[in-house]
């Protein structure tokens, strides 16, 4: 099969294209209605199919007699644990936790926010949901109380479940404060949160409101799978935006297990058996498509790391699980092998270990270096695959598809747009753009399965943020453009979200954050090039007449700020005092040429422009700063 034949079939038609594809799902129902339309006139998939996306992941394995094969490995080098759990003994789990949840009276439909480590429970929550029908919504564990409770305003959870602590380097999370403070900020009454208790740190229980995991989950009787529908929502994930209130990304079942199942051999090459290691964090899209469900829907083997690419304990990390586990692919983030590569540069740890399980690195999250792509290609001998990804997507929109045909890579492109995604680049008009020439990354509706139909509660803010720009479209956020081969490059976002350390956060909410500071008059917070992480968040901060604070306090108090409102993840460590930022003659900040500055390209001034010295100012602040990317780095 080529990859041409599989990508003009699906464009071709859609509808026999993803029809075929669902066969390969054990569905209690299958689906006859492939594609059709909702009340907002957005496509959906599989509407009428009957299924459970736990039995798929794991019942079905077992009545398969595929019970005893290891379904999640446990690696915790920050704990010392190391743990199997088969197919078998996973599904009794989740079905006990499962039968608890069902007890404290959570149903299908509704919703459970999960904040967890990188912990076995962590999958064991989500699958439990999954099978009794109800939504869940984890958050990730490096954000603040704040942000949970901003999540627990929108998703309306029944039930909370949360661990005692999460560990970090050489440090202890208690995630305990952080949930009672989440609840008490929170409008949203929650009185049901289900608490495992961690052997590093036992955290207090409030009477009458917290269960204990531990001594409730062995009297809880154990749950059958509830029938959904392939359009009922799997879980809400919520992701950053360009303002300060997450989108809640809405996946549903039936899609998004048919899309992660065709991913898991046409983009991953992976066989059922092999082992996938994602090492990224549930919290994350990636974390719930290829650690939690694609290696279990296709019977493989997943690894729950609780541990870094370095000091857990040394860069050697990933070198040792991938000979350990015998591990077949393993995807990660650029910035990890970056970490790995700043502390043994010549990679000499790799020299301790057998890598000849695997076949395939696959990266994404933010934009693939060249350098970082050469180095670990040349370090490992392996191949370096480039994806690109969204939350909104839950899989990849475009690959070097190596389970149809393996293409040649060109460093600084994700290959080829994925089967299903009609990717066009855009101008400003919504006109498609020649080959090599920059523009917005559209994708040609409908979109395939497994892509959002809603943000949860806001149809309109899923239209205006992403349907309404481009007619027809789906409107990536990213910018870049596609050769004359066809090979998309994409170049970054457009928009007020940036990637740090492959996390992806919103300039905008650190902005609102930052304007709440009694000093600051106006601020611009921008994304800039960082070796490491490659991008750190700067803010650029302008004060109110008769403001007297020192720039190192003011500095302090709102890296201290977004620390608190946001967490540790959002990295603001940088804030700089500016006598005015650009802005057009109606007062608005123009944060895209801040960027543009900030990312060393070339811009034209826009004619709108209140005082166009104000340019060269700020890029002289910005040069003196070290915040505008070198040359031989854009
Ligand atoms: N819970 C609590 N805090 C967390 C956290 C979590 N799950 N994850 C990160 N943090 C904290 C860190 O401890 C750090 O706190 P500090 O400022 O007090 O040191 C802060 O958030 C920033 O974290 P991070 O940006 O991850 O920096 P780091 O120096 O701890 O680690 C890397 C750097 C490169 C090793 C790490 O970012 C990494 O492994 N990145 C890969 C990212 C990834 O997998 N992304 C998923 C998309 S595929
Ligand atoms: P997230 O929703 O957290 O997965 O982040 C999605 C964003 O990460 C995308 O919009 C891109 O900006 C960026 N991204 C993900 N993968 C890639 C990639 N392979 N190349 C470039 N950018 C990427």
Redesign the pocket.
């Known amino acids: 099969m080529s990859y041409n034949t599989e990508y003009q079939a699906s464009i071709n038609d859609p509808e026999a294209f993803w029809r075929k594809k669902a066969t390969d799902l054990p569905w209690f129902k299958a689906p006859e209605q492939i594609l059709s339309e909702d009340d907002n006139g957005i496509a959906r998939w599989f509407a009428d199919g009957e299924m459970n996306t736990c039995y798929m992941a794991l019942d079905y394995h077992v009545e398969q007699g595929r019970g005893d094969q290891t379904a999640i490995i446990y690696d915790s080098p920050v704990t010392s644990t190391k743990q199997k759990i088969t197919y078998h003994d996973l599904l009794e789990k989740v079905a006990h936790f499962a039968g608890l949840m069902q007890s404290h009276g959570v149903g299908k439909g509704d919703r459970v926010v999960i904040y967890m480590?990188?912990i076995a429970e962590a999958v064991i929550a989500m699958l439990a949901s999954a099978r009794i029908g109800a939504i869940h919504s984890v958050v990730?564990?490096?954000f603040s109380a704040h942000e949970l409770a901003v999540r627990i305003d929108d998703a309306q959870p029944t039930l909370l479940i949360t661990a005692s602590c999460?560990i970090?380097?050489n440090?202890t999370?208690e995630y305990k404060p952080m949930v009672d403070e989440a609840i008490r900020l929170a409008s949203h009454k929650l009185d049901k949160v289900i608490l495992l208790q961690r052997k590093q740190c036992l955290a207090s229980m409030q009477e009458g409101r917290d269960i204990d995991w531990a001594s409730a989950v062995c009297k809880a009787p154990r749950a059958d799978c509830v029938s959904v529908k392939g359009t009922d929502p799997l879980y809400i994930l919520y992701t950053s935006g360009t303002t300060g209130k997450p989108k809640g990304v809405v996946r549903d079942n039936g899609g998004h297990a048919v899309a992660l199942k065709y991913s898991m051999s046409a983009v991953y090459n992976m066989q059922q058996g092999d082992v996938f290691w994602?090492?990224?964090?549930v919290?994350?899209v990636?974390?719930h498509s290829y650690i939690v469900y694609a290696p279990l829907l296709h019977g493989c083997t997943s690894i729950v790391y609780e541990g870094?690419?370095?000091?857990t304990p040394d860069a050697g990390a990933f070198w040792r699980v991938i000979e350990e586990y015998k591990v077949n692919a393993i995807?990660?983030?650029p910035?990890?092998f970056?970490?790995i590569r700043k502390e043994d540069p010549e990679a000499s740890l790799l020299a301790n270990y057998d890598l000849s399980s695997l076949h395939s690195i696959f990266m994404?999250?933010e934009r693939l270096d060249p350098p970082t792509y050469e180095w670990t290609k040349q370090k490992t001998a392996k191949p370096v695959i480039d994806h690109w990804w969204q939350t909104e997507t839950g899989w990849a929109i475009a690959s070097n598809l190596v389970g149809i045909e393996k293409l040649e890579t060109k460093p600084g492109s994700a290959t080829k747009p994925v089967p299903g995604f009609h990717v066009q680049i855009l101008d400003n008009n919504g006109k498609p753009l020649p080959a090599n020439t920059q523009g917005s990354i559209a994708i040609k509706l409908p979109l395939p399965p497994s892509c959002l139909a809603s943000i949860w509660g806001d149809f309109d803010r899923f239209a205006s943020g992403y349907l309404t720009e481009y007619p027809g479209y789906y409107c990536s956020g990213d910018g870049g453009y596609i050769d004359e081969d066809g090979y998309l490059f994409v170049m970054g976002r457009t928009d007020d979200v940036i990637n740090?350390?492959?996390?992806r956060l919103s300039t905008g909410e650190m902005e609102e954050i930052l304007a709440a500071h009694d000093a600051v008059a106006e601020c611009s917070v921008i994304g800039v090039y960082d070796s490491?992480?490659g991008q750190v968040p700067v803010g650029l901060a302008l004060l109110k007449d008769g403001a007297t604070i020192s720039e190192a306090e003011l500095q302090n108090e709102l890296v201290a700020m977004v620390?608190k409102e946001i967490?540790?993840?959002a990295?603001l460590k940088q804030t700089i005092v500016v006598p005015r930022l650009p802005k057009t003659r109606s007062g608005k900040i123009l944060r895209k040429l801040l960027r543009q500055i900030a990312e060393n390209q070339d811009f034209i001034t826009p004619s709108t422009i209140d005082d166009p010295s104000s340019v060269d100012e700020i890029k002289a602040i910005m040069q003196s700063n070290g915040l505008v990317k070198e040359q031989a780095e854009a």
Request: hydrophobic share 50%; charged share 20%.
């Open positions: 480590p990188m990730f564990g490096g999460g970090e380097i440090r999370i994602a090492a990224s964090d919290g994350w990636v974390g870094k690419p370095v000091r995807f990660a983030a910035t990890a970056r970490a994404a999250g740090v350390a492959g996390h490491l992480k620390r967490g540790a993840v990295c």
